[in-house]
């Protein structure tokens, strides 16, 4: 009963800050209260003495109160909050949530660490601090299921609809502004400019073969081509992973 | 508040007959006396934070041209639906359990809640007034009174009975008109939170009530609540479907919430059936997501 009126409570909360630094930094300073919400709802720690086991059973946790997502708006375009007051033990409470998602490309908790790395988005500002920091969690050990998927996108020949593009994306965030020290901790997990590039081919191939309308492809010139994979999201995505992977190795030589 | 030179002869420098107060004071510093450094310290604290206080003070005021305001109508009924808003978090031991203490759960209070909550989110994502042309006459205060204020009355009379008592709420105050909710045009509402609303919200100090929603205990049912065990988890598993519904089909939601009298219908009749009830919630859950 009570959770349901929390949860319009906090989806009030998210609505408040939304957009609005200085509501940010007000709501921000909350964070701990914040943090106790995080993920499902939390059963009771002692039940009532008539409650058997099937009573137990029975009541549901999920979904939560949805607190993700008002630490997540407290963040959106809020370098201060990002580069000050994120501690590194949230990340890691926001990576054991998402490596508990069965798919964790499509969860909201992945935005959390996009936006620790670039607050205000692509081809702005990056914190360096932050982007070693979040890809340390990302390919912690203790997120094996995460880092499985991290793997697949460039160690394994999967297909181009299964390609999480969000973790590409994630991973371009994590070596944003030529930050040579992510891109190296990356190197180190086989994710170089090779992987990426062979990657891009054989994903450029799928790409290709599916889309049955072309003409030949003798017939086709170079702008045809690049307008046929241009909609691809997934090869987009890593076409930015590649620029930014090519951007440190600029400022490496 | 001053009258001419009034405000003058409260200044430090002119009570001190134009002696260098500051160097008497940075002097008394220096002196090993606790009482004697504390005392000085703090004039000069009082003396040159005064400006950081009041610009301080003047940010936290957001000013309004005219007092009208979209969804609540103004601003003394927005101000007090908010406050109540407050109590209302505070006070959900009391109506949003059955207990022996509390009392029957009060449905009342709790639709309140969301109904507030529902025009919050509206004033959030309204329009702001000045950004559309104004309506030629003024609304009088009685035809914006909303239903929330009217809600706020009954609550106040039920719980005080017939007493002419004044109370401290602003809303007995008004003159309550008749329960016409204040209308929105469809193209009134934004995509995104307006700034100058979510300004508005911090100046009424809304953070607060919200964070202490965060305190709200969901698992107060479990502690002391008088119902029965079926019924405990009935309503705490319903109440998490109905967020299912509510929040990415929002205009689906109205018809899908009298799911609930269903489900307790099925639950009640036959135990087996809340948990094929719960399927069937589900698989509808997931039709309407593909849908």
């Known amino acids: 009963m009570l959770a349901h009126a929390q949860r319009e409570l906090v989806a009030c909360l998210r609505d408040f800050v939304k957009g609005n630094s200085r509501n940010q930094d007000e709501v921000i300073k909350h964070l701990p209260q914040l943090r106790k919400h995080l993920g499902n709802l939390k059963l009771p720690s002692t039940w009532p003495e008539d409650f058997t086991e099937a009573h137990k059973a029975k009541v549901l946790t999920a979904p939560g109160l949805n607190t993700e997502e008002v630490i997540i708006e407290c963040l959106r375009n809020n370098v201060d ?12 409470e926001f990576g054991i949530l998402m490596n508990a998602q069965p798919d964790p ?17 692509f081809g702005t500002k990056a914190v360096p601090r932050n982007q070693s920091m979040v890809l340390d969690v990302l390919l912690s050990d203790n997120l094996q ?6 793997n697949d996108v460039f160690l394994s020949n999967n297909q181009a609809e299964k390609m999480p593009e969000r973790l590409v994306l994630l991973l371009a965030a994590t070596i944003c502004d030529g930050n040579v020290t992510t891109a190296a901790m990356l190197q180190s997990k086989k994710i170089s400019i090779d992987a990426t590039v062979s ?20 017939q086709m010139g170079i702008d045809d081509e690049i307008l046929a994979v241009s909609d691809h999201r997934h090869f987009n995505a890593l076409v930015i992973f590649l620029a930014e992977l090519l951007g440190v190795a600029v400022v490496t030589f | 508040m001053f009258k001419s030179s009034d405000g003058k002869a409260l ?6 007959n134009n002696l260098p107060v500051d160097v008497i004071l940075l002097d008394c510093l220096c002196y090993q006396d606790d009482a004697l450094f504390a005392a000085a310290l703090e004039l000069l604290e009082r003396t040159y ?10 940010s936290e005021v957001t000013l309004l041209e ?3 305001v979209p969804v609540f109508g103004n601003v003394g009924v927005m101000s007090s639906e908010l406050n109540f808003l407050l109590f209302l978090v505070r006070s959900s031991g009391v109506w949003g359990v059955c207990s022996r203490v509390a009392g029957p759960f009060q449905k009342d209070q709790y639709d309140l809640v969301l109904k507030t909550c529902d025009r919050i989110s509206k004033y959030l994502y309204h329009s702001p007034l000045e950004s559309r042309q104004r309506p030629k006459q003024r609304p009088s205060i009685a035809s914006q009174m909303g239903s929330v204020a009217s809600d706020v009355k009954k609550f106040w009379s039920k719980t005080r009975g017939n007493t002419s008592e004044p109370i401290d709420n602003p809303m007995t105050a008004m003159h309550l008109g008749s329960e016409v909710e204040t209308s929105i045009d469809v193209d009134d509402i934004v995509s995104e939170p307006t700034p100058l609303h979510q300004n508005v919200m911090r100046s009424m100090n809304l953070q607060t009530t919200l964070i202490t929603a965060l305190t709200m205990d969901y698992n107060l049912s479990f502690k002391g609540s008088i119902c029965s065990s079926e019924d405990k988890v009935n309503f705490h598993n319903f109440m998490l ?14 018809s899908l919430l009298n799911l609930y009298e269903f489900f307790i219908c099925l639950s009640d009749t036959k135990p087996g059936h809340a948990c094929a009830c719960t399927k069937g919630i589900s698989g509808m859950l997931a039709r309407l997501r593909q849908g």
Do not use: W
């Not at chain 1, 490309?105 to 988005?121: H, K, R, T, Y």
């Not at chain 2, 200044?11 to 001190?16: E, F, G, P, R, Y």
């Not at chain 2, 934070?49 to 003047?58: D, M, V």
């Not at chain 2, 479907?241 to 109205?254: A, Q």
């Open chain 1, 81 to 92: 909050v990002c580069e000050m007051k994120i501690p590194r033990d949230l990340l890691e």
């Open chain 1, 105 to 121: 490309n499509s969860c909201m908790q992945l935005e959390l660490f996009q936006l620790m790395c670039l607050p205000e988005g």
């Open chain 1, 145 to 150: 299921h995460l880092k499985v998927c991290i």
């Open chain 1, 199 to 218: 990657k891009m081919h054989t994903l450029l191939v799928t790409i290709l073969r599916s889309c049955k309308n072309l003409p030949d492809r003798g």
């Open chain 2, 11 to 16: 200044d430090l420098t002119v009570l001190a």
């Open chain 2, 49 to 58: 934070s005064q400006r950081k206080k009041l610009l301080h003070a003047l």
């Open chain 2, 66 to 68: 005219t007092e009208a």
């Open chain 2, 241 to 254: 479907f109905k967020f299912c519904f509510i929040l990415p089909y929002r205009k689906v939601s109205v």
